[in-house]
C-alpha cells in the first residue's frame, strides 16, 4: 500500500462497494445493480439476482473480492452525457431510474465493472487494505425503501483502516450478540413479539412491566418535584389537528393510515406535542403561570418499516417520556438549564457516562424537511438559546447540520450502543413555530397577549427503548434497585423450608423483592437457574444457617461472600436499594 497520503476511510468504504459490485458481476451475471453507499462501519450494495444467493455465499464472494484487490485495479470518473448514459445502462433498470434525477451524469470505470456514481473513489485498488474488510451479512431491501417496489438483496460489509481494528470491532460485535436485548428479554421473561397482534408491537411480561413500572414511577417522581404537572392525552385525534401541527405535512409517511369515524379522519397519534397544545389552550395563561411544565407518558404509534424493526429499540408502538414546556422568553434559558441537571441527575442514578451533546440545527437547503420555513431570524434566535445554554454550563458539544426536526433546532444527547452505533437517547428541542400554529398565548406584564416559547423535552426518550439500551449496557445483570426479584431463597432441603418461610417474611416486610427457588431440582441446578435469571442474591440455608439465624450469600458478580446474619444482610440490601448502588 502507498505509504503517500492515505485515502479516507469513507472513501475506501465506497470504493470497497464497487469492488463487492464487481466481483457480484462476475459470479452472477446478468444481475441488476442498486446503490452501494458507503454507511458506519462499512458498506452495502442492492443487487437483484437473477437467482437467489445465501449468506453461505459470503465467503466465495470475498474470496473474488480480494483477488479484485490484487490486481491494482485504477478507478477512473468520466463525464457522460445522458442519452450515451442511458444506451449504457439499458439493461440496468435500477440505474435508469436514478438517471432520470442527475442533471450531470459521471460514471466510476474500475475494471470491467462501470457504475453510474458521483464519487469520491481510491485511485486504485492498492490503496485499500485487503485484511481490513469483511462481508457480514445478507438482508431484504426494497428498492428506495418503498414498500410498492421489487425486493433486493442487500450484502452488508465492514471495512477498516488495518486489521486489527477489523478484529477488534468482530469480537465487539460478538459480545454484543450475547447481550442482544432482544435474546436477553427472551431469555429473562420480560417481553415478547406476536405476529398476531402485528410486527413491531411488543408485549409487556409481568416481569419485564414490572422493571419497566419502577422506570416510570422514577421519572414520575423526578419530574413531580422538578415541578411537572402530569397529564393523560387520547391516543388518537382528528385529521385537523395533525394539518395544525405540520405532522401531515412532515411525517405522514410514517403514520398509519386514517380510521373513518363518522365521516370524519382519525389518526393514531404519532407524537403527543399537538395533544399537549390543546390541554395548554384550555384556558387562556397569565405569564405568573409559566414555565407551564406538562409531562406525560405518552403511547404513540409509528408506521416504521418493517426492515427497520429491532425489538424495543425500534418499534412500530412505545411510550414516550414526554414533557412540553411553556415559556416566556425570559425564562427561557433557565427551564433550559434546569432540564439539563434533570437529565444529568437521572443518568447519574442510572450509572450511564459515556455520552456526549449535540446541537442540531437546520440545512436550510433541504427545502423538504425545511421549506416552509419563513424566519429565519427566529430560527437564529432558538439557536442561539440553545447555544448559549450550552458554553454557559461548560458542556461540551458538537454541532450538527441537517439535524433539527421540522420546528426547530435542538440538544440531542448522544451515546453508542453496544455495537458501537451511535444513537439519540434524549432530547431538548426549543420551539417558537407551535404557538402560532396553535394559536397559544398568555397575558404579560402590560396585559398583552404573547405567544409561549415551547420547549419539547424527553430525559428518557422512550421507555421502551431505553429498557432496551439498559439491559444491553448491563448484559441484562441490572441494579439492585431496578431487578424484579432482588433475593433467591434456596434452602438445601425440606427441614429448613420453614426458615426460608421466615426470611422471606422477613424480606418483605423489609420492601425487598424476594421468592423461595422451588425444590424440584437439584440444589446445584437452583443456584445456576437463579444464577441464569441474573438476581442479584442468592441466599442457601441449611442447618447450619437455621441454627444461627444467618444466610449464606452468594452476590452477583462477586460469588460466594460467607455466611452473614439475617439482619446484617437485610441491612446491607436496604441501603444498596436507597443509594441505587
Known amino acids: 500500500m502507498d505509504k503517500g497520503k492515505q485515502p479516507d476511510i469513507e ?48 465467503p466465495k464472494i470475498e474470496k473474488k473480492m480480494r483477488e479484485l484487490l490484487a490486481k491494482n485495479i485504477e478507478f477512473r470518473i468520466k463525464n457522460i452525457e445522458y442519452e450515451e448514459a442511458k444506451k449504457f445502462f439499458k439493461n440496468q433498470p435500477y440505474k435508469l ?39 457480514t451479512k445478507t438482508a431484504g431491501a426494497y428498492w428506495r425503501g418503498s414498500e410498492k417496489n421489487p425486493m433486493l438483496t442487500r450484502i452488508y460489509g465492514v471495512a477498516f483502516a488495518t486489521k486489527k481494528e477489523l478484529e477488534d470491532y468482530l469480537i465487539m460485535q460478538k459480545e454484543a450478540e450475547k447481550n442482544d436485548h432482544r435474546i436477553l428479554g427472551e431469555k429473562l421473561g420480560l417481553f415478547m413479539f406476536d405476529e398476531k397482534i402485528g410486527k413491531g408491537l411488543p408485549l409487556w411480561l409481568p416481569k419485564g412491566y414490572f422493571i419497566r413500572h419502577l422506570l416510570e414511577e422514577y421519572m414520575y417522581n423526578a419530574e413531580k418535584e422538578a415541578g411537572y404537572l402530569h397529564i393523560s392525552t387520547p391516543i388518537l385525534a382528528k385529521e385537523e389537528l395533525y394539518k395544525t401541527s405540520g405532522h401531515l405535512a412532515h411525517y405522514k409517511d410514517e403514520m398509519y393510515s386514517p380510521i373513518e369515524i363518522e365521516n370524519e379522519k382519525y389518526y393514531l397519534r404519532p407524537m403527543n406535542c399537538p395533544h399537549h397544545h390543546s390541554v395548554y389552550k384550555h384556558a387562556l395563561k397569565s405569564y405568573k403561570e409559566l414555565p407551564l411544565r406538562l409531562a ?55 450509572k450511564i457516562e459515556d455520552y456526549w451533546f449535540r446541537l442540531s440545527l437546520p440545512d436550510f437547503k433541504d427545502k423538504e424537511k425545511y421549506g416552509d420555513i419563513d424566519n429565519k431570524d427566529m430560527w437564529e434566535k432558538e439557536i442561539e438559546a440553545l447555544r448559549r445554554v450550552l458554553i454557559k454550563t461548560k458542556i461540551k458539544f458538537a454541532e450538527a447540520e441537517g439535524e433539527a426536526s421540522f420546528y426547530g433546532p435542538k440538544i440531542d444527547i448522544q451515546i453508542k450502543d453496544i455495537r458501537g452505533k451511535e444513537d ?117 440455608v441449611g442447618d447450619k444457617e437455621v441454627k444461627t439465624k444467618s444466610v449464606s450469600v452468594r452476590q452477583r458478580g462477586k460469588g460466594d461472600l460467607g455466611q452473614i446474619k439475617l439482619e446484617k444482610f437485610i441491612k446491607k440490601v436496604k441501603i444498596e436499594i436507597e443509594t441505587k448502588g
Open 424 to 540: 439519540t437517547i434524549a432530547t431538548v428541542q426549543v420551539d417558537y413555530y407551535s404557538a402560532n400554529k396553535f394559536d397559544l398565548a398568555y397575558i404579560d406584564e402590560k396585559g398583552e397577549k404573547k405567544p409561549p416559547v415551547i420547549i419539547h423535552r424527553a430525559i428518557l426518550g422512550s421507555f421502551d427503548r431505553f429498557f432496551a439500551f439498559l439491559l444491553e449496557k448491563t448484559a441484562g445483570n441490572l441494579p439492585l434497585w431496578l431487578s424484579s426479584i432482588q433475593v433467591e431463597i434456596i434452602n438445601i432441603g425440606e427441614s429448613q423450608s420453614e426458615y426460608a418461610k421466615d426470611i422471606l417474611k422477613q424480606l418483605k416486610e423489609a420492601d425487598i423483592r424476594a421468592e423461595i427457588a422451588k425444590e424440584d431440582m437439584t440444589l446445584g441446578k437452583r443456584i445456576r437457574e437463579a444464577e441464569m435469571q441474573k438476581i442479584p442474591y442468592i441466599l442457601v
Open 97 to 135: 431510474e436514478l438517471l432520470d434525477q442527475v442533471k450531470q451524469p459521471t460514471v466510476y470505470e474500475s475494471g470491467k465493472f462501470i457504475d453510474l456514481c458521483a464519487g469520491p473513489h481510491v485511485k486504485s485498488t492498492k490503496e485499500i487494505p485487503a485484511e481490513g474488510f469483511k462481508l
Open 11 to 58: 472513501t475506501i468504504r465506497h470504493s470497497l462497494a464497487h469492488i463487492l459490485a464487481f466481483a457480484v458481476q462476475d459470479l452472477w451475471p446478468g444481475t441488476k445493480f442498486g446503490i452501494g453507499p458507503a454507511i458506519e462501519n462499512g458498506f452495502y450494495y442492492d443487487f437483484g439476482f437473477p437467482s437467489p444467493i445465501s449468506e453461505n455465499d459470503l
Open 296 to 350: 406525560e407518558f405518552g403511547n404513540v404509534y409509528r408506521y416504521e418499516k418493517s426492515g427497520v424493526l429491532t425489538g424495543l429499540m425500534r418499534t412500530r408502538g412505545f411510550t414516550q417520556n414526554d414533557a412540553h414546556i411553556y415559556a416566556t422568553p425570559e425564562t427561557l434559558e433557565n427551564e433550559i438549564i434546569g432540564i439539563l441537571d434533570l437529565f444529568k441527575k437521572t443518568y447519574e442514578d442510572f
